[in-house]
């Protein structure tokens, strides 16, 4: 067929100026073609010589229009129509090479015909098909944005939702979850402001409404809903669920640096420990695999080493021997302050269990909204260990994802040189957990205070407008694959408007996240 025949012909590529430069070449078309050539429309042009195939490429600037030929000044043909020539400048995203585009070290020949790409095509070169809808591009709204739920190098390797407050990045939390539940994934949120904790109701805001029509989306609550809140905390939902930390189930040194203990503290914390571990010894189990057993038995009738009272016994006990490297008695005051607190080894209470959390389809809402930071810390500390403990010994659970609102304020860039050994956790659950479809999305409004490491660990992000520069060069540094005409955007996003950038996908775009179908409780 003769190429201009072909649907969506919009011209050719015209001969290089004086000013041509490697990343951009120059459409050439009729007038009559104006309502096509648009800027950021997306075009192939297909390679008029040698043995490359076509390139993808987008409209950066014009229409120009150009007076065709030194003979037609005076600008009417004998038809009265502008004897002119319609002119844009295409900047090359890539080669496409077996459907999707490559970096090129090439450029197009004059004379190689150019097609206007439909949403379709477009989504299909961009990797932006999949099962989990986002939203749309924005400006295009026929151009719908997906994520793959079975793609190992989506969700398994982590997710980032960065703005600030105000821009959207609850609202797009919502629609993972909602996706993520939807594709069989179990998720669990990690809520410090108890906003999740209505998302068993349908959306009640008409504005919301009428934006999920234009998906065929309908209003409508999670299924398959729980809400747990800690022990000596509160939860405003009916038939939320209490569970105790026990402080047995968290490694020692995760324990210190929760309690901020200093040297001495923390040497007596390690001696009092090891005491009643040796004293339980001869009683409980002690292979690897039971040990995970009793992690595991969330049932108050689990057999523990020690709990918060007999560790504080012990401390105390010890305390009149308190010396230099060992700080029995500020251990002791720290143990009462968090007893107090009565969140730790309450009696008759179970402990968080991921046995009943990890079922596919599943939202389950740790609900800490009223819970001091020791406790939140305590709680996420519980979570990631439990959650990649049933990961391993019941490898047949369900592709799980964990999700940490303010996580900045979890694990500061600040803090992290004091918080080695919870940082130590985190990665070994993101790294090893990774083979295993346990994945996490770290939530915050302030990535430039997280340590630049959960940068790394999160290779699909979505980043909300963000206006300070001290947040944006964080993310700027950390991901490679944003161009600068992407990033000087950010700024200028608007609410529900996020740069998303990932793995699956060929380059980054511009998204516009859909609504949530289900309620958010606003919490002011
Ligand atoms: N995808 C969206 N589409 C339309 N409006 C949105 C979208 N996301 C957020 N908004 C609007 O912006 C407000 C703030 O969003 P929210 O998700 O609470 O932001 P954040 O969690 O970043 O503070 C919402 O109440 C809503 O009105
Ligand atoms: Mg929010």
Known sequence: MNSSAQPGFLGTVSWDGANATSERVLLRTNIVNRQLVERNQYVRIDEAEGARTGYLARVVAGPFFHRAGTA???????GGSLDCVLMAELEIQGEIVEGRPRDTNSRPSPGSPIYALGPNEIAGLHGLKGDMLLGHMAGQDELQIFLQSKNKGVLPRNLGIFGTVGSGKSNTSQVVIEEAARAGWA??????????????????????????????RQPEGLKDFHVFYPASCASDKA??????????????????????????????????????NQKARSKLSTTEKEGLQTLLDASP????????????ERASERSSKGNEFLDYAGLTAKLNWIMQSEAFDQLNMPSLDPVRMMVPGRVSI???????????????????????????????????????????????RERAQSMQATLTMLRNVTRRGRKRW??????????????????????TRIVHTLRSMHNLEALMTTTGDVGRDLWDRCPLLGPGQAILSSPQ??????????PAACRRKFTD
């Open 438 to 459: 346990l994945s996490m999305a770290f939530v915050s409004q302030q990535p430039g205070h997280l340590p630049p490491e959960i940068f790394e660990l999160c290779n």
């Open 301 to 312: 009738q689990a057999k523990l080493p020690f709990t918060l009272r007999s560790l504080r």
């Open 366 to 412: 740790i609900d800490v909204s009223v819970a001091n930071d020791v406790v939140k810390n305590m709680v996420t500390a519980d979570l990631l260990r439990k959650t990649f403990a049933l990961k391993i010994t019941r490898p047949s659970t369900p592709p799980t994802l964990l999700i940490l609102e303010e996580a900045h304020s979890f694990i500061s």
């Open 72 to 78: 037609t000044v005076g600008g009417m043909t004998a």
């Open 187 to 216: 998720v669990i949120i990690l809520d410090v402001e108890g906003e999740y904790t209505d998302m068993d109701l349908p959306t009640e805001d008409p504005a919301m409404i009428e934006r999920l029509a234009r998906y065929g």
């Open 505 to 514: 996908m060929s380059r980054s775009v511009v998204l516009s996240v859909r």
């Open 239 to 276: 038939g939320a669920e209490t569970f105790t930390a026990r402080l047995a189930d968290f490694e020692t040194s995760v324990i210190g640096e929760l309690l901020q203990v200093t040297l001495p503290e923390r040497n007596a914390l390690l001696d009092c420990v090891d005491y009643l």
